[in-house]
């Protein structure tokens, strides 16, 4: 399996953008895919996570009701929504794929990594 992000950018903060994962081949309906990022000098945190089958989606609480994650079959994607930014989101952002529950958020719980694709929120 492997995974492809993309979609980061420079941002002036309150803006949006719209980061892309996509899977190598179709995701098992068990498969929980999320966004992580680490911002410089900081440890991994967990951002949000749904899981391909059911659509349950698990979010951190510094972006409830500010970012949105969501699933594209055809293209075998996850997307994550993020509106109204913050310069505190600056960071790299990196999707992760897991058996099992959205629910979980400790970065060794997950067992496929993508490359990160930077945010950069400016004030």
């Known amino acids: 399996v492997q995974l492809q992000a993309s979609g980061g950018g420079l941002v002036q903060a309150g803006g949006s953008l719209r980061l892309s994962c996509v899977h190598s081949?179709?995701?098992?309906?068990?498969?929980?895919l999320a966004w992580f990022r680490q911002a410089p000098g900081s440890e991994y945190e967990f951002v949000a996570a749904i899981n391909w089958g059911d659509l349950r989606t698990h979010y951190a609480d510094p972006v409830k009701g500010r970012f949105t994650i969501s699933k594209e079959s055809a293209k075998n994607a996850v997307h994550l929504q993020m509106n109204n930014l913050k310069p505190e989101d600056t960071a790299l952002y990196y999707c992760?794929?897991?058996?099992?529950?959205?629910?979980?958020?400790?970065?060794?719980?997950?067992?496929?990594w993508g490359q990160g694709t930077l945010v950069t929120v400016s004030s």
């Open positions: 992760a794929r897991r058996v099992g529950s959205p629910r979980v958020t400790r970065r060794a719980d997950y067992d496929t």
């Open positions: 081949g179709r995701p098992y309906s068990s498969t929980a």
